[in-house]
C-alpha cells in the first residue's frame, strides 16, 4: 500500500507541465500549441530557444530525480539492493508516464526523454552519463535534440547488457523498453530527418555563422 501511495506521487511529480508553466509564465502561450506540439524540453528549445529549453530541460530531468528518490521513504528498501532496483525502476517509469500524460495538462504531455533520463541519473548515474555523453555529441555535430534523443536512448541497452554488463534482470527488461519506447514516440522526427526538414535547435548558431562567414 506504501508502494502504491509513493508511486502515485511519482507520477504526480512528473505531471507538473514545466515547459507549460513556462511558456505561460514567460511568454503567455501553451507551447503545445507551437512546433511538434509536444510539451518538452526539445520543443521548447526550437519554439522559446535554448536558455528556455535548458531550464525545461534542468526541471524535467529533476523530476525523474525527485520521483526516484521517494523510495527512501521506505527504510526496508535501503537495505535490499534487489527490492530497491525494482522500486526505483518503478517510481521512475510512473514519473515519466505523468510528463507523457500530465494530470495537470489534460494528459497531452512530452516524450518524456528528460524524465527518464533523470530517472537514469537516480539509478544508474555512470551509465546515464555515457547516455548523455552520446547525446551531447550528436547535438553537437547535428543541432538535432530529436536524433540526439533517439541515439541517446538506443545507446541505453548497449551499455547496460554489453558495455557494463548490469546483471538486474528488470533493469536490462527496462533499458530494451526505454529504447523501443524513445524509436516509437520519435517516428514522425525520424521520417522528417529522412526528409530533411527537422527542425534544428538554435544552439551554436554562432559557430554556424563564422562557418557561414568563411566559406563567402
Not at 548490469?166 to 526505454?178: E, G, N, S
Amino acid at each position: 500500500m506504501k508502494e502504491f501511495f509513493l508511486i502515485v506521487i511519482a507520477y504526480l511529480i512528473g505531471s507538473i507541465p514545466t515547459a507549460l508553466i513556462i511558456s505561460k509564465s514567460f511568454f503567455g502561450v501553451d507551447i503545445r500549441n507551437y512546433g511538434s506540439g509536444n510539451m518538452g524540453a526539445t520543443n521548447t528549445f526550437r519554439v522559446l530557444g535554448s536558455k528556455y529549453g535548458t531550464i525545461v530541460m534542468i526541471f524535467d530531468i529533476g523530476k525523474g530525480m525527485l520521483a526516484v528518490a521517494l523510495y527512501n521513504f521506505l527504510p526496508h528498501y535501503l537495505h535490499n539492493d534487489w527490492d530497491k532496483t525494482n522500486l526505483m525502476v518503478g517510481l521512475g517509469l510512473a514519473s515519466v508516464l505523468g510528463h507523457i500524460f500530465p494530470i495537470f495538462a489534460q494528459f497531452k504531455g512530452g516524450k518524456g526523454v528528460a524524465t527518464l533520463f533523470g530517472m537514469i541519473l537516480a539509478v544508474q548515474p555512470v551509465i546515464a552519463i555515457s547516455c548523455v555523453s552520446v547525446f551531447l555529441l550528436v547535438l553537437f555535430l547535428t543541432r538535432y535534440v530529436s536524433l540526439s534523443s533517439i541515439l541517446a536512448g538506443l545507446s541505453l541497452p548497449i551499455c547496460v547488457l554489453w558495455i557494463w554488463n548490469d546483471d538486474v534482470t528488470i533493469y536490462r527488461i527496462f533499458a530494451v523498453l526505454v529504447a523501443v519506447l524513445i524509436v516509437l514516440t520519435h517516428q514522425k522526427n525520424i521520417v522528417k530527418i529522412l526528409r530533411g526538414n527537422e527542425s534544428r535547435v538554435p544552439i551554436l548558431k554562432y559557430r554556424d555563422r563564422r562557418k557561414s562567414r568563411r566559406n563567402k
